[in-house]
């Protein structure tokens, strides 16, 4: 990791004397994966077009009472996989855990208007709002919204606690449709997914904090990521065979990732990061509480080629929406 970290640590130095001359190549792995209903389209609005809408609460955490906080999400509660020892990871763990604040990450399904299946990563920021990209509910290069988005929490190994709660997405408001520049798009590549049932009241939901870039890169090693990557469980590996779902359907959870700079509004960051893992939460433990700070979205090479760098959206266009 400090190898890895260190690299990161270059490559956003070269970004910084270089970012403005970079053809922002957001999507070169930023799409979600592609894996059919009867489509529902949500009802789509952009930020500043939207009247009267605020969500419910102050940006702070919901715990429900029948579920315990744990800082492990790689100890299992379902019984299938409490004898599997944790051996041999990568430096990502499979989420296997059900308590909070685990349960309130879940997994994206979408359809395109061209019929096809995607999926990104959510997570419940109020009893029914999911917070993920735009680029995971509009596809950046036709500007097509999808016909048909679902939100299936705590996915693990394409299992749910209930399947009663995947919950339909109603609305969409959104912080882009891809037709401003290449630098709006990155810096406004955010939705909010309004669904059709409270199920963060069960589930619990994350609460957030938007923090200056200065404060997030100075807190070096301190982030979570987790994300539904498409590379993950890699199950030709002996100690990842029994996830027989495939690769998509358990989230992966990243510790100890960093925000390594940030240029042009826009957020660098080391935690590991796939197709599939667009629209999941970067957190951040704030007295004692997890809570958002960064929203991954996409990656992009460095001008010479030779170097990846992830890129975060930052959260405060959440500030105008809470009451």
Known sequence: MKNKLQSKQSIALFIAVTFSAITLNIWVNANAQTTTAKPTPPKYTK???????????????????????????????????????????????????????????????????EGKDYHCTGTLISEDVVLTNAHCVIDPETRQFSQKILFSPNVINRKMKDESDIAQVQNVIYGTDFTGTKLENQTNDWALLILNKPIGLKYGYIGWKSLPSSTLTKNRNKYIFVGYSGDFPNTDKENYRFFTAGKGW????????????????????????????????????????????????AEIKTRDGRGIINLGVKIDFLEGVYR
């Not at 077009?49 to 605020?54: I, M």
């Not at 990502?92 to 395109?112: D, E, H, K, N």
């Not at 990243?254 to 940030?262: P, T």
Request: proline fraction near 4%; charged fraction near 20%.
């Open 47 to 113: 930020l500043q077009d939207v009247k009267n809408f605020s969500i419910k609460g102050n940006g702070k955490a919901f715990q429900p009472n029948n579920l315990q906080q744990t800082n492990k999400p790689d100890k299992a509660d379902d019984q299938e996989f409490q004898r599997r020892a944790i051996i041999g990871w990568d430096d990502r763990v499979p989420m296997l855990s059900r308590q909070y604040p685990w349960s309130a990450i879940g997994r994206i399904q979408g359809l395109t208007t």
């Open 250 to 297: 358990t989230a992966s959870v990243q510790r100890n990732c960093s925000i390594v700079g940030e240029e042009s509004n826009v957020l660098l960051h080391d935690c590991d990061a796939t197709g599939g893992s667009s629209g999941g939460a970067i957190i951040g433990v704030i007295g004692n509480q997890p809570c958002i700070v960064a929203l991954n979205n």
